[in-house]
């Protein structure tokens, strides 16, 4: 239901569960004269349905009438019965349309596709910087490192020494003059 219907329903509702009061007090104050209406009916329904029977030649218990009465006593509810068992309730549900559905699969399967593109640009963007360290660490030569049991630096013996930047520099000229990154 629409959220401007609700004062609508909210309205239809409440006037359902006067009508139920209503109905509920008149119950009440007619109970009596229901209750003997009733009797009287059923009385004359189980004295017809006691000839009939006798009619048919089956034997009819002496009690029949009487039994039928005091069932039907025993199932017609007290005015105290009906206020608490007979009332009305509404709970909120919901029930999708078919289009509304359909728009929501929609929108979730592009929300999926939008998060799978930022994770591929992110994955990607992560690959390129991982790839540009490497042509880094190879263009330059080897980097310096700290051991994870030490936390100074290891000296380096002059053979394992990175080259200078201005090695490096003259490398990277050659380099740039090819089209290769510098340092």
Known sequence: MPWQAWSAFERDFNAAQGQLRTALDAYDTDYLTIRATVLEAFRQLAADSAR???????????????????????????????????????????????????????????????????????RLAESQVV???????????????????????RKMSSAAKPPSRSACASSSWRRRRRGSKTC
């Not at 034997?59 to 007290?78: I, M």
């Not at 360290?133 to 051991?147: F, Q, W």
Request: aromatic share 2%; charged share 25%.
């Open 131 to 153: 790839a540009q360290e490497r042509a880094i660490r190879n263009t330059c030569g080897p980097s310096r490192s700290v051991s994870a049991n030490s936390a100074r630096p």
């Open 52 to 122: 009939r029977l006798g009619a048919t030649g089956q034997q009819v218990p002496p009690d029949f009438e009487h039994a039928v009465v005091q069932e039907v006593l025993s199932v017609l509810p007290t005015p105290e019965l009906l206020r608490h068992t007979l009332t009305l309730r509404f709970r909120v549900g919901v029930m999708l349309l078919g289009s509304e559905m359909l728009a929501e699969q929609r929108l979730a399967a592009q929300e999926r596709r939008n998060l799978e593109a930022i994770e591929s640009e992110r």
